[in-house]
Structures are given as structure tokens and as C-alpha cells.
């Protein structure tokens, strides 16, 4: 009974303190993280590595995730410094509604339980619920409209205007992958 009042109680956290359902009301998150799939995963292990396919997003219920880049051939001089999430923290959501490979590896910093969401658990949500979808793909839109952003101010603050632009459209008439 313990063990389940503590397991309620960390999915409420993830729920209501997760930045990135702060938009879903709250029964909204409910019927959203009852698609989720619980996964433990012990200290040290990775749940996913850099240029891996993106398969889904997950909220981080209990433990701590580094999420790290590996930027040539393993050796400990290509490891960069990542970022550390923490219990209620999300990662992953792009690989939901676009076709990407993992930026980084994601290591567990300590023994960790995950709420999964994948592309299927996404399909089912489009069929009972295609508000929450739909505000869902929203969601992920306005996240990847300001890495863009961002990207661009980046790339024009280390070169110039003409480059960032030309980027920009290169990448807008790439033809597309099937």
C-alpha cells in the first residue's frame, strides 16, 4: 500500500509540475499519462544513445537523467558535459511528431522510473482524444519553432544574417525523405 501511495504521489508531481503539460488542463494530463508506460532503469544505464531513432518522450517520475553528447569516437575527450534532469522533467518530445535521431545519449544518474510515451501510445491518443492530440502537436510545434529560433540567432551571431537565412531555406527545399 506504501509502495502505491508513493507511485501515485510522483505521478501527481510529473502531472502537475511538468513544464511540458503546463498547457493540458488537468484531466487532460490524466487521460494523456494513462498512455504512458512505466520503466525502471538502474544507475549507470542509458536509455537511449545519441543517433538512435526517436521512438517517444519520457517524464521523469523518480531519479535523475543526464543527458550527454558523445561528439566523435567514445573516447572520453569526445564526451561533453550534458545536462541533468530531474524528477518531473520531459525529454524526447520531438521524436513524437517528427521523423529525428537522437541529439544525445540519455544516462541515468541514478535508479530511475520513467513514464514512456511513444509514437503508437500517440496514435491511440489521436483516436480517443484528438483535442489532446492536437494541442499535444501544438505543443511540440511552439518547442521546435524556438530551438529554431534559437538556432538561427546562433548561427547568425557566429556568421552573419545572409548564412542563417540561407540555411534556413536550403533546409525548407531539401526534397523530402520518404
Not at 86 to 114: M, Q, V
Amino acid at each position: 500500500m506504501k509502495d502505491k501511495f508513493k507511485r501515485i504521489k510522483n505521478q501527481t508531481n510529473v502531472v502537475f509540475k511538468s513544464k511540458f503539460l503546463k498547457n493540458f488542463s488537468p484531466a487532460e494530463r490524466y487521460e494523456f499519462l494513462q498512455l504512458c508506460h512505466r520503466r525502471k532503469f538502474k544507475e549507470g544505464e542509458y536509455v537511449f544513445y545519441r543517433n538512435d531513432p526517436g521512438t517517444g518522450m519520457y517524464f521523469i517520475e523518480e531519479g535523475s537523467i543526464e543527458l550527454t553528447f558523445n561528439l566523435g569516437d567514445d573516447s572520453p575527450s569526445d564526451i561533453r558535459e550534458g545536462f541533468v534532469l530531474e524528477s518531473s522533467d520531459s525529454f524526447g518530445a520531438l521524436s513524437i511528431g517528427y521523423d529525428l535521431r537522437r541529439k544525445s545519449s540519455a544516462k541515468c544518474l541514478s535508479d530511475s522510473t520513467l513514464l514512456g510515451f511513444f509514437k503508437p501510445d500517440f496514435e491511440v491518443l489521436m483516436e480517443r482524444h484528438p483535442a489532446i492530440a492536437v494541442k499535444f502537436l501544438q505543443t511540440l510545434t511552439n518547442i521546435a519553432l524556438r530551438q529554431l529560433e534559437t538556432a538561427q540567432n546562433k548561427i547568425e551571431e557566429l556568421s552573419d544574417a545572409y548564412t542563417a537565412v540561407k540555411i534556413e531555406f536550403d533546409a525548407y527545399y531539401e526534397p523530402q525523405k520518404e
